[in-house]
């Protein structure tokens, strides 16, 4: 358990689907990402929040859309995904401390998202 | 630019055996690095991190890694492994003037044999 929650653990849906991924800690950390795991390619960072603030899109389709209401929760709303969407999708959150490169993220456990 | 590459993408060894995993990095600023286990259908769990002082590094599960800052590297190690050590592990960086983003190296899987 590294304090960081994930939910759904797996999700199926349609490419006409509406749905969205949740990511909670109560670590007290203040940055917090979205990362992409696809079989055979390394992890991909997709966003990134700090003090609820995005910093970073790394070129990621409208299609995927994040949210960020506040430093404990993160939200990534899919719509009209591809089946090359389906991947390992897995959220982390670290401590961000301004002009000290802090230092470990905390990774949930995932989103196994299957589009069919 | 920094970029982390991993030399193995699968590393078979016996029960027992002594393992090393390999990791080179390319940074232009100074660097905390980290290794990463994830087991199947897992999120990633950390094994080890170096962020200054002493080279040597312990972590969990018997693992150690050493930076080496002249030869780039943050190789990890360990003595003896057993069949529970089957994974994928990842090496990761963050440059101390970043926003803590972690890039991570393509994975190598440690696949431990009986």
């Avoid at chain 1, 401590?95 to 989103?111: D, K, S, Y």
């Avoid at chain 2, 920094?2 to 600023?29: G, K, M």
């Amino acid at each position: 358990e590294t304090g960081v929650t994930q939910t759904p653990r797996h999700l199926v849906m349609g490419m006409t689907n509406k749905k969205s991924l949740k990511c909670e800690q109560h670590l007290g950390h203040n940055a917090m990402y979205w990362y992409k795991q696809s079989a055979k390619k390394p992890l991909e960072l997709m966003f990134v929040y700090n003090f609820k603030e995005q910093t970073e899109n790394n070129s990621v389709p409208s299609r995927f859309s994040p949210e960020c209401p506040n430093s404990s929760h993160l939200f990534l709303h899919l719509h009209t995904l591809q089946p090359e969407d389906s991947a390992l999708y897995l959220c982390a959150s670290s401590p961000r401390i301004p002009g000290q490169g802090n230092t470990e993220a905390f990774f949930g456990q995932g989103t196994r998202l299957t589009v069919v | 630019a920094q970029s982390v590459t991993q030399l193995d993408s699968q590393v078979p060894v016996f029960e027992e055996a002594p393992v090393e995993l390999r990791c080179n990095y390319s940074s232009s600023v100074s660097v905390y690095l980290f290794w990463y286990v994830q087991y199947p259908n897992q999120g990633l769990q950390l094994l080890l991190k170096y962020l200054s002082g002493s080279t040597l590094v312990k972590g969990i599960n018997g693992f150690e890694a050493e930076f080496n800052k002249s030869q780039t590297s943050f190789h990890l190690r360990k003595p003896s492994v057993h069949i529970s050590d089957t994974a994928e592990y990842f090496c990761a960086l963050h440059g101390s003037s970043n926003t803590g983003k972690l890039i991570f190296g393509q994975g190598t899987t440690l696949q431990v044999k009986p």
